[in-house]
C-alpha cells in the first residue's frame, strides 16, 4: 500500500513537472510598456533586464532554439508598447530602432569652422548654425554654471577649446547641436578635467592659457610622445622673449576650416602684423586657443619635457628634427627640407 501511494506522488510529481515544463516552454504573452536605449557594446541582455522571471526564460529559450544572432544590435531606442510573445518581442528587437543615433566623428584640433563645416556638409545643420550656437552668450553661461571648467574661464566669448574631439551619436529626431555640444563638454570633463584638475602645472601660465598652448601643440606636432616635447620648446620660446612662431595658428583669425588654411593661404598672410593668431609676428600667446586639443596635447602642455632644444621642423613624412641653435635649424632645413 506504501509503495502504490508513492507511486502516486511520483506520477502527481511527473505532471506537475511537464505542467510547469510546457508552461515554460508555450509561453502566453505579456504586456510590456518601455523604451530601452541601447548604446555602443550593449546586448540583448540589456532587453531582458526588467522582464519578469518567467518570461525573461522564456525569451531566452525562444532564442535558443532558433538560434538568433544579436551581432549586429543597432544601437537606438526600441520602443515596446503592448502585449508581446517572446517571438514578437525579439521581432521588435531584430527589426531597426524606432529612434535612430547618427553618428558624428570630430577630428583632432578641430575649430568650430571645421566643426560646423562637416556638419552642414552632411546636411545636419545650416550653415553658421553650430558656431552660433557655441559663441551664444546665454548659451555659454549656462553651461558656466554646470562646469567648474568653464568657471575658470569666466570671460570667454566662445565654447570652442573645451568641444572634445570624439565619435559621437546623437537623435536625429531631436536638437543634434544641444546634444552634440553637451556630449562634447560632458567628455571633456570625463577626459580631461578630472585627471588635469588633480596635476601641479609646471607651467607658468593658468588654466585658460595652458588651453590655448594645448590647441597649438595639437596642430604642430601629431605624434604623441613628441608633443611634450614641443610643447617645452613653445614655452621655453616665450621664456626667452622670442616669438613662438607656429604658421597655422594664424588662419583662425579668418574663421575658415583647416582645410582651407593651406601653405599658399599662411604664405600670402604670414607678415600680416595685425592678426593677434600669427605667432610669426606677434608676441606672446594668440588671443583665444585654435582648436579643440585631445587629452594628451592638453597633459604634454601641463607637464611638458625641457630640453635644450629651441627649434623643430617636420620633413614631407612629418618626421620631427630638433635644433638647439638657429645654426643647427638652418642645417635641419638644408639636409631634410628639399
Request: charged letters at 25%; proline letters at 4%; aromatic letters at 16%.
Amino acid at each position: 500500500m506504501k509503495n502504490k501511494k508513492l507511486k502516486i506522488w511520483r506520477w502527481i510529481l511527473l505532471g506537475l513537472l511537464i505542467f510547469l515544463g510546457y508552461k515554460m516552454l508555450f509561453a502566453n504573452n505579456f504586456s510590456y510598456q518601455k523604451t530601452i536605449t541601447i548604446k555602443e557594446w550593449d546586448t540583448f541582455q540589456t532587453f531582458l533586464q526588467d522582464l519578469k522571471w518567467k518570461t525573461k526564460i522564456q525569451t531566452k529559450l525562444y532564442v535558443k532554439r532558433n538560434d538568433i544572432d544579436f551581432s549586429k544590435l543597432q544601437m537606438g531606442s526600441y520602443i515596446f508598447s503592448g502585449s508581446y510573445s517572446p517571438k514578437t518581442f525579439v521581432d521588435v528587437v531584430l527589426d531597426w530602432p524606432r529612434i535612430s543615433y547618427h553618428t558624428i566623428k570630430i577630428l583632432e584640433g578641430w575649430s568650430i569652422y571645421d566643426i560646423d563645416n562637416s556638419l552642414s556638409s552632411k546636411w545636419l545643420v545650416d550653415s553658421g548654425e553650430y558656431i552660433t550656437f557655441v559663441t551664444d552668450q546665454k548659451i555659454i553661461n549656462k553651461y558656466q554654471q554646470r562646469y567648474d571648467f568653464l568657471k575658470n574661464a569666466w570671460s570667454i566669448k566662445t565654447l570652442e577649446w573645451f568641444l572634445y574631439p570624439d565619435t559621437y551619436k546623437v537623435d536625429i529626431e531631436k536638437n543634434i547641436i544641444d546634444q552634440l555640444v553637451y556630449l562634447q563638454l560632458e567628455t571633456f570633463k570625463k577626459r580631461v578635467w578630472e585627471k588635469a584638475k588633480e596635476l601641479t602645472p609646471q607651467l607658468w601660465m593658468d588654466w585658460y592659457k595652458t588651453i590655448i598652448m594645448a590647441s597649438i601643440v595639437e596642430k604642430e606636432e601629431r605624434v604623441e610622445k613628441n608633443r611634450p616635447i614641443v610643447a617645452g620648446i613653445l614655452i621655453k620660446r616665450l621664456q626667452v622673449g622670442m616669438l613662438i612662431g607656429a604658421d597655422i595658428s594664424l588662419c583662425y583669425f579668418f574663421e575658415i576650416p583647416y582645410a582651407d588654411c593651406t601653405p599658399s593661404f599662411i604664405a600670402r598672410n604670414v607678415a600680416d602684423t595685425k592678426n593677434p593668431y600669427n605667432t610669426r609676428s606677434v608676441s606672446w600667446l594668440p588671443p583665444t586657443p585654435v582648436g579643440n586639443p585631445t587629452l594628451n596635447s592638453i597633459m604634454a602642455s601641463l607637464q611638458p619635457t625641457y630640453t635644450d632644444y629651441l627649434y623643430y621642423l617636420h620633413d614631407n613624412k612629418g618626421q620631427i628634427y630638433y635644433g638647439k641653435t638657429l645654426e643647427e635649424h638652418n642645417a635641419n632645413k638644408r639636409n631634410y627640407l628639399r
